[in-house]
């Protein structure tokens, strides 16, 4: 289903009330200020920075240089002062950095353009939500810090209560983005419940956030899919919407999110022992907390792990 013209009227009355509104609320959950006087911080790794090539020159000596992409709340965004990167990829970025007994310094890029910055040296990682692949360890060094999830949510007084396999959504009409893995795999879903002899899933497909919101609010659709993180910085700001599920981005292969660095640069191992170091001293499970993504933690990071195949 296509968003209708006449429901276009109904969204533009109602999208500027509710970028202040939800503005203003997000705060309560989230501390997006340049000061960040929440932000965790961790011990020396001993073992991670004997990990590191002794050949190993950082970008910039003393530093531990990474590239993020600030796409949005909670992973990564510009706080209120406009300039500083804020969010849970920061986050951890400075635990880690901590951890190597370095200074960290942010370089804020386009999401397009960090593959050439950092095969160019422009930094000495990128930490901004990357999925691991096997197209992608092709040219990287991964060390995986997250699980890639997307999200189920409903609205509020919704009697879906949980999604956690492809008969829970069965007869629903679900909002998902043309073109995206989360259309493939509800795709693959339907064929299952249509196999099994249970209705196919609904799929509807709006121009932007906004209408799709307002769909669902408005019980136009039942279910909603985005990527995890997208979706809880949205329910903590509006405050209608809930989680009732969450499937991995590779379903029905795990996805992993990671920290990607040069292809035998050497410093992933390091990366991945400062991980895990974080990991176990509980630095790592209040990264997460603080940002409201527990649902995402890993029980062990990983170097270069199987990755999402080429489809």
Do not use: C
């Not at 990128?126 to 609205?155: A, C, M, P």
């Amino acid at each position: 289903m296509i968003a209708l013209p006449a429901f276009r009227t109904l969204l533009i009355a109602a999208m500027a009330s509710a970028l202040s509104f939800g503005a203003a609320h997000a705060a309560d959950d989230f501390d997006l200020s340049p000061q960040q006087p929440g932000r965790l911080h961790a011990p020396r790794n001993d073992a991670a920075i004997a990990a590191i090539p002794k050949d190993f020159k950082f970008v910039t000596p003393g530093k531990f240089t990474i590239a993020v992409s600030p796409g949005g709340p909670p992973l990564a965004t510009y706080a209120t002062d406009a300039k500083t990167v804020v969010g849970a990829d920061p986050d951890y970025a400075y635990a880690i950095a901590d951890s190597l007994g370095l200074r960290l310094e942010i370089v804020p890029v386009a999401w397009i353009d960090w593959p050439l910055g950092l095969t160019s040296g422009k930094y000495d990682a990128v930490i901004s939500n990357v999925g691991v692949t096997e197209q992608r360890k092709e040219k990287f060094d991964f060390s995986t810090y997250r699980q890639g999830l997307h999200g189920l949510f409903v609205k509020s007084d919704s009697p879906v209560a949980a999604i956690k396999e492809p008969k829970d959504a069965a007869g629903l009409r679900i909002i998902v983005g043309a073109g995206t893995n989360q259309e493939r795999i509800l795709v693959k879903w339907s064929d299952e419940d249509v196999a099994a002899g249970l209705k196919p899933i609904e799929l509807q497909y709006y121009d932007d956030e906004a209408a799709s919101l307002l769909a669902l609010r408005s019980g136009r659709a039942d279910v909603i899919v985005q990527p995890h993180a997208q979706l809880v910085f949205i329910a903590a700001r509006d405050k209608n919407i809930k989680r009732v599920g969450t499937l991995s981005a590779g379903w029905p292969e795990r996805s992993d999110v990671a920290i990607a660095t040069r292809k035998g640069s050497g410093l992933a191992d390091a990366l991945t022992i400062a991980t895990n170091g974080l990991i176990a001293n509980g630095t790592y499970a209040k990264i997460l907390d603080r940002w409201q993504l527990a649902e995402e933690a890993l029980p062990k990071s990983k170097t270069n792990p199987a990755g999402l195949p080429k489809y």
